[in-house]
C-alpha cells in the first residue's frame, strides 16, 4: 500500500469511549450510534438489545441481575467516509481499572451526562483520566425529554466540577413536557423534536431557520423570546472556541439531545466527526512514533478470557497505534522477543465477530491468545519499541479464597491464572500458604462477586471467599532482614506476588507509614516490574 494511502485510511479514524456514571443512557447512545452507522438494521429498545447481549455470554448475566455493564468491547462502523471506533467502557465504579485501561487506547471521548443529574461523581472520575491523557473530550447532554436543570447552570456545572470551559454547539428549546428541539449555532437551524411516540400525530413539527415563521410558530412566542435572549448571552458572554483549543482539551463542545429519541444524536456525530482528532502521535521509548509510520505496532490494553462459552477462547484486544495490519502478518511480541503471527484477529462488530483481512492505526482488534499475551504487551514490526506504561492500580480489598472441593484444584487454578491474566485481579500467595489459597487483592470489591461467578460459571469451581481486613498492599526489596522484620510484625502480613516479588499487605495507611518510620523499611507503590 502506498503512503498516500495509508494516510487517508488513518485520517479517516476517530476511535473514542463514552464516559459516563451508570444509568445515563450510554447503552442508548451506542445503540443510536450504531444505527446511524448503519451497524445495526433496528433500534429495538435498549431492553431488547441488553437482553440480547446476555443471550450471547452467560457469565453477563451478572450485569443483568445488577444492572450494570461490567464488560467492554469495541465496536466499529463506517460512517460519511470515517471509520468510527467506539470503546465501550464500563460505567460501574468497581470496575474502574479496566476502563482505565480502556481509555489509553482512546484518541478522543464523549462524556455523557444525565440532564436532570448533572456531573455526578463516575463521571468525574473517568473525565480526570481523560483529562491527564490530554485528549479532546465531547459533552451529549442527554434526557431533555425529561425534566432537565437548567442548560446555562448545566454548562456551568460543567466548567465548575470539571475545570473544563464549556462551549454550546447547540441549544435546548423547552425540556421535558415542552421540549421543542435544539437549535444549530452554526448553522442557525432548529431541529425540532418529535418523542417516538408522537411519531404518528397529524402535523410533524417544523425544523428549519429559526427565522422561519412556522418555526417560530411551532415553538410558541415564550420560548422564542427565551432562546434568543439565551443565544445572545451564549454568544457575547461565552467561551472561545476553536479546533486548537478542542485538541488542546481546554474547551468541551456540548450537545443537548435524547438518545432514548434518536434526537440531536445525527447533529452531534456530524460535529464530533468533524472535530475529533484522528490517531494522534505516541510516545515511545524510541521517541514520537506518527501513527502513519508504515510498519505495524500496537498494544494491549485488555484480555478477556471466556467472552464466549462455547469456545472457550481468550482474547487481547490491541490498540493499533502504527501503520496496517495484514492478515497473518509477523509481528515481534517484545516481551519475549518471540515472532508471533496474527492469524484471525478479530473485530467485535455489534457482539458478533468477523474475522480481519486488514485494519490501520486507530483501529482495535482481538488475537486469539494461547496465554503468552499480557497487558501492555506490545506487538510491533520493530523490535525494542515500548510505549508508555499502563497505569498501574493498587487493589485495596483482600481476600482468601479456598476452593469448596479439592478436586478441583487444577481448575481452580487455572482459573485464578487466566483471571489474572485478564487484569482483573492481583493474585497473592503467603509464605506459608500454598496456591490453593491464594489472597486475592481486587480495586472494588464487587469484582470478588465477579471472581466467585466466573469461578464457578466458567471453570465449575466453587470457593470461599474469606475477607481480610487489610486495605493496602506495599512491595518491599527482598531482604531477608526486612522480611523476617515484617514477618514477625502483628501490623502486617507478608506476601509474594505473581512475579516472585516481596510485599505486605497492611491494615492501613498510618500502620505502613508507622512501620518503615520505626525500622526504616522502605515501601513500592508498586511491583519492580510495571
Ligand atoms: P447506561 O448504559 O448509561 O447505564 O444507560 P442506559 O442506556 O441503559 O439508559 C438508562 C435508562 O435511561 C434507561 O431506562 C433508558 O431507557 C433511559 N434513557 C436513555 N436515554 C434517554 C433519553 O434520552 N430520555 C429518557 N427519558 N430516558 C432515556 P430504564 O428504565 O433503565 O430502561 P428501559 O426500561 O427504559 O429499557
Given at each position: 500500500m502506498n503512503q498516500a494511502d495509508l494516510k487517508s485510511e488513518i485520517a479517516a479514524r476517530k476511535t473514542f469511549a463514552i464516559i459516563s456514571h451508570?444509568?445515563?443512557?450510554k447503552t442508548t447512545l451506542t445503540e443510536k450510534l450504531l444505527l446511524f452507522g448503519g451497524a445495526i438494521r433496528e433500534a429495538g429498545s435498549v431492553k431488547a438489545r441488553k437482553a440480547e447481549r446476555y443471550a450471547t455470554s452467560d457469565w453477563m448475566e451478572l450485569e443483568r441481575q445488577r444492572g450494570i455493564s461490567i464488560t467492554s468491547s469495541a465496536l466499529q462502523f463506517e460512517y460519511q467516509g470515517y471509520v468510527v471506533n467506539i470503546l465501550d467502557t464500563p460505567?460501574?465504579?468497581?470496575?474502574s481499572e479496566d476502563t482505565y485501561r480502556t481509555l489509553t487506547a482512546a484518541d478522543s471521548a464523549v462524556m455523557l451526562i444525565d440532564a436532570a443529574k448533572g456531573v455526578e461523581a463516575q463521571t468525574k472520575k473517568l473525565f480526570e483520566v481523560c483529562r491527564k491523557r490530554g485528549i479532546p473530550i465531547f459533552t451529549f447532554i442527554n434526557?431533555?425529554?425529561?425534566?432537565?436543570?437548567?442548560p446555562l447552570d448545566l454548562m456551568d456545572e460543567v466548567e465548575k466540577v470539571l475545570g473544563i470551559e464549556s462551549f454550546a454547539m447547540n441549544w435546548p428549546?423547552?425540556?421535558?413536557?415542552?421540549?421543542k428541539g435544539i437549535y444549530d449555532?452554526?448553522?442557525g437551524q432548529v431541529e425540532r423534536f418529535m418523542e417516538g411516540s408522537a411519531r404518528s400525530s397529524s402535523i410533524p413539527p417544523v425544523s428549519g431557520p429559526l427565522s422561519d415563521p412556522s418555526v417560530q410558530e411551532g415553538i410558541g412566542e415564550t420560548l422564542v423570546k427565551q432562546l434568543t435572549d439565551e443565544i445572545e448571552l451564549l454568544d457575547m458572554a461565552g467561551n472561545v472556541f476553536s479546533q486548537e483549543r478542542v485538541d488542546r482539551g481546554e474547551v468541551t463542545p456540548v450537545f443537548f439531545g435524547s438518545a432514548l429519541n434518536n434526537f440531536g444524536v445525527p447533529n452531534f456525530l456530524h460535529y464530533f466527526l468533524d472535530l475529533a482528532p484522528a490517531p494522534q502521535p505516541r510516545s515511545t521509548n524510541l521517541g514520537e512514533l506518527d501513527p502513519e509510520t508504515p510498519s505495524f505496532s500496537g498494544y494491549i490494553f485488555k484480555i478477556q478470557a471466556n467472552m464466549n462459552t462455547q469456545h472457550r477462547d481468550r482474547i487481547a484486544f490491541i490498540r493499533i497505534c502504527s501503520g496496517r495490519y495484514e492478515r497473518g502478518m509477523n509481528v515481534i511480541?517484545?516481551?519475549?522477543r518471540r515472532r508471533l503471527r496474527l492469524a484471525q484477529p478479530q473485530q467485535l462488530f455489534a457482539q458478533e465477530r468477523s474475522i480481519l483481512d486488514e485494519a490501520y492505526a486507530g483501529d482495535i482488534i482481538g488475537v486469539h491468545d494461547s496465554g503468552l499475551l499480557r497487558i501492555g504487551d506490545v506487538l510491533t514490526e520493530k523490535d525494542g519499541l515500548q510505549f508508555e506504561a499502563m497505569p498501574f492500580f493498587s487493589p485495596e480489598n483482600f481476600a482468601r479464597i479456598n476452593i469448596a472441593?479439592?478436586?478441583k484444584r487444577k481448575q481452580f487454578i487455572k482459573g485464578i491464572q487466566e483471571l489474572q491474566e485478564e487484569g482483573a485481579i492481583h493474585v497473592f500467595r503467603d509464605l506459608?500458604?500454598?496456591?490453593?489459597a491464594p489472597i486475592i487483592g481486587v480495586v472494588g470489591q464487587l469484582q470478588f462477586e465477579v471472581l466467585e461467578y466466573r469461578l464457578r460459571e466458567e471453570y465449575g469451581v466453587n470457593v470461599n471467599i474469606q475477607h481480610l481486613p487489610f486495605e493496602i498492599v506495599r512491595w518491599v526489596k527482598k531482604d531477608e532482614k526486612t522480611i523476617k522484620l515484617l514477618s514477625e510484625s502483628s501490623m502486617s502480613t507478608v506476601v509474594v506476588d505473581k512475579d516472585d516479588n516481596y510485599a505486605v499487605l497492611l491494615l492501613d495507611e498510618w500502620k505502613a507509614n508507622w512501620l518503615s518510620d520505626r525500622y526504616e523499611i522502605e515501601f513500592f507503590l508498586q511491583p519492580f516490574d510495571v
Open positions: 451508570p444509568d445515563a443512557g460505567g460501574h465504579q468497581d470496575f434526557k431533555f425529554d425529561r425534566n432537565a436543570k437548567d428549546i423547552g425540556m421535558g413536557q415542552d421540549f449555532r452554526q448553522t511480541h517484545t516481551r519475549s472441593n479439592a478436586l506459608h500458604v500454598g496456591v490453593e
